[in-house]
């Protein structure tokens, strides 16, 4: 069974909604809104590096 925790920032109002989950060798994103549908799963480092994008406002990355 995967465990989804719902990100700290994710409020009810809407936005930015989002839940996280902890996989073998990846993490798992999906809409907190919408748990049945679509999911995506990143290797841990690219999630790192997307985190560390966003935190920094960097817009362009490839």
């Not at 907190?32 to 966003?54: M, N, W, Y």
Request: proline content about 8%.
């Amino acid at each position: 069974m995967t465990t989804w925790r719902k990100a700290s920032k994710s409020t009810s109002e809407g936005g930015a909604c989002v839940e996280l989950a902890a996989l073998p060798s990846t993490v798992g994103v999906r809409d907190s809104k919408d748990p049945e549908g679509p999911r995506l799963a990143l290797p841990a480092v690219s999630f790192r590096e997307l985190v560390t994008a966003i935190k920094r406002g960097d817009h362009d990355m490839p």
